[in-house]
């Protein structure tokens, strides 16, 4: 257990304290995928079930690769490889995983609360690897990993969420996190793309205007156009969108000096971004936010299976 800690499912339920320990954590775990030999037997005998039931490459792969990095047994399967496109129930199909005597259950929704559903009917550590429009909590650690990297304080520091903030889990686990650390967030994107109520996100501000707090800004969180998401057309198109919202080697003037960007990808190139900017040798992290992916979800399932003492033994 992990301070009382069972599942990762609510990140508004860590405090700051414990959400810095597992970024040092994961810092911790980032020279052991430096080594040549990128293994440690830290969770040698434990067994995490990989439970995506929604399409998945970064947060399914890296969550793979912790896996097999920390020496867990692992089994993957998801989609139409389940007994649920049988009529089987979520619930039947936990109880059928825990027959196995697993450890932890990493889970993949379409369907918000399903982590919290199956935390419920499994004595197993339950991760939430993104759940409908919910939240994504690893997504979150890895965002904040790599603002740390560059930025290495969160005091102060001025954060702004671009785009489809009305459909996105990122923002469900992203805000609440930052607000812990001690950023002030900023939500920007048309009206349409806004959630009816936004100020129970828990952001500082909304805009509908980029260009107005693009100046302000430390760091630029571009969201994804999630067009398998979007009902009837919130914007007229693409094209319109990125012209307003989209991040150009134009807007870059508009930039503080030291300001970064972010994104969780996949990127739209064309709509959040035009190429200049996504692959900005200075300003985007983006690659750096995959690499962070595998040391943050090492450093969660280490604190939460409660691992070996020494982590990083060979």
Known sequence: MFNNHKHLIDISEYSDTELMTILQTAKAFSEVNERAIKKVPTLKGKTIVN????????TRSSFELAEKRLSADTLNFGGSSTSTVKGESLIDTVMTLDAYKIDCIVVRDKHA?????????SPAVVIDAGDGKHGHPTQALLDLYSIWERKESF????????GDIGHSRVCGSLIPALKIMGAEVTVVAPGTLMPPRPDVLGADHVSYCLDDVLPELDVVYMLRIQRERLEGAPFPSLREYHQLFGLTQKRERLMK????????GPINRGVEFDSYMADHPERSVILDQVYAGICVRMAALYLLLGGADNGLAS
């Open 257 to 264: 000096p030291d300001a970064i960007i972010c994104h969780p």
């Open 51 to 58: 439970m995506f039931n929604e399409p998945s490459t970064r």
């Open 155 to 162: 005091d102060g520091l001025k954060v702004g969420i671009v």
């Open 113 to 121: 609360g399903a982590p919290h559903i199956v935390s419920q009917a």
